[in-house]
């Protein structure tokens, strides 16, 4: 009887064995997985042709270091749809660990409590300093005085010179110190109707905006929390007629792309992301028209500096994740080592967000091959003395609504009272926009 009552249990107990054994098994070595969400392609409106390359060599990085720990990430995503593919995955709970933020849904997912504050990592964490940062650019990860993300790329604003002209003009590179009257005088000397049709053929600028004229004239356009504008300021009303003065010059005319290409202009506001993307744009243009390049800060205004607009990309952890520490060491793996950092920057058509790398010998050589086009000092100090653009939820609606009005403008028209109309306008758009939130 005990016999058989010892078979049964060892019939019965073997298999649950092997089973325990299995499961125990397969949970041992089973893989700890964190998220990661970016979208396809560039955040600068121009095209990349390896937008993937730093991400997965930032993967290979990070999974040597941390054994047992593997990096999926959810790419193909259109930067237009990436809003609402987020929107998707916090309705159904299922955010990922770590992923790039942009700017129209930064404060809105803080107010959601989507967004982890990484204020507790930053000072607890004895191998990051966050001075190592440019500091305008990190502070665009910072909102109501607390840190919510990382920026991975900077974006700064340029002035492009068209050499060759001012030097067929008997005419000096501005210095990096000029003004509005400075560059006034030279487009003003540019501008020539070669032909005497009533027409320039030359032309000063081809793209300013009173954006940027107004960020170099210390005008403050929205309060950081986007719950205030300043459009009736006076010095807003100096950079608006700074920038059709400029326009007048041309005659009104619609200075093209196609014009600055052939070398009839001087100046150009550029993105670094358009100038390094288009590399066989500059470069075909120097070969086949025979006109060299160079590239200083914007102009200032009376009342500000040659101050140049820097946007950034920021990547945030998830507050919903159970993953945060090792989210937090991929955050840091992407935007704070060097390495990767250095690799962003030769690869890709942005700024790095590291003073050590923009300084690097390395970043040194990068526009060597093109003549020394760009001057890799001012680019640093670009970045170092920069603007950001604000963060707040509905800043794109609300420039957008800013320029739609500014730039139907004219020399002719009373500036100043269609800023004070604006500035009504604008104050009851931002209620509306508070509203939604």
């Not at 067929?168 to 590179?173: S, Y």
């Not at 356009?221 to 459009?231: A, E, N, Q, T, V």
């Amino acid at each position: 009887m005990k016999k058989r009552m010892s078979k049964q249990f060892i019939i019965i107990i073997i298999p649950i064995i092997i089973l325990l054994g299995l499961f125990f098994y397969k949970f041992r070595t089973r893989e700890t997985v964190i998220e990661f969400a970016m979208f396809n392609g560039s955040n600068w409106g121009v095209a990349v042709q390896e937008s993937y390359s730093v991400i997965d060599k930032a993967i290979e990085k990070f999974e040597k270091e941390h054994k047992g720990v593997k990096v999926k990430y959810v790419s193909g995503i259109p930067k237009d749809d990436y809003s609402e593919w987020m929107s998707e995955r916090i309705l159904k709970d299922s955010m990922p660990d770590i992923f790039m933020v942009l700017d129209e849904d930064f404060e809105n997912y803080i107010n959601l409590g989507l967004i982890e504050n990484l204020d507790k990592y930053v000072l607890e964490d004895s191998d990051f300093d966050i001075n190592k940062y440019y500091t305008e650019i990190s502070n665009s990860g910072v909102f109501s005085g607390h840190r919510y993300a990382l920026p991975y790329e900077a974006m700064p604003t340029l002035m492009f010179v068209n050499r060759t002209l001012l030097e067929n003009f008997h005419l000096d590179i501005p210095k990096n110190d000029y003004t509005f009257d400075d560059f006034y005088r030279v487009c003003r000397m540019i501008t020539l109707d070669r032909n005497l049709d009533g027409s320039p053929d030359y032309f000063g600028i081809y793209k300013y905006d009173w954006i940027n004229a107004a960020l170099s004239n210390d005008v403050m356009l929205f309060s950081k929390d986007g719950k205030k504008s300043y459009f009736n300021d006076e010095k807003l009303a100096e950079s608006i007629r700074f920038a059709k003065s400029l326009e007048s010059l041309n005659g009104n005319q619609n200075v093209t792309k196609e014009e600055f290409d052939s070398g009839n202009v001087a100046f150009s506001q550029m993105s670094l992301a358009e100038y390094r993307t288009y590399k066989s744009y500059p470069y075909k243009i120097k070969k086949y028209t025979g006109f060299a390049w160079d590239c200083i800060p914007m102009p200032a205004g009376q009342s500000g500096n040659n101050v140049s607009m820097i946007d950034s990309l920021n990547i945030a952890i998830s507050a919903k994740s159970n993953k945060k520490e090792l989210a937090w060491e991929f955050l840091k793996i992407l935007t704070y080592d060097t390495e990767i950092q250095q690799t962003l920057y030769n690869d890709m058509p942005v700024a790095s967000v590291l003073k050590e790398v923009m300084e690097s010998k390395e970043s040194e050589n990068i526009f060597k091959e093109a003549e020394d086009i760009i001057d890799a000092k001012l680019i640093c100090h670009i970045l170092e003395n920069g603007s950001g653009k604000p963060k707040f939820s509905g800043y794109e609606g609300a420039i957008s609504l800013a320029d739609a009005k500014i730039s139907k403008l004219t020399l002719e028209d009373d500036i100043e009272n269609a800023l004070r109309i604006l500035q009504r306008e604008m104050s009851k758009y931002l209620i509306q926009e508070r509203g939604k939130t």
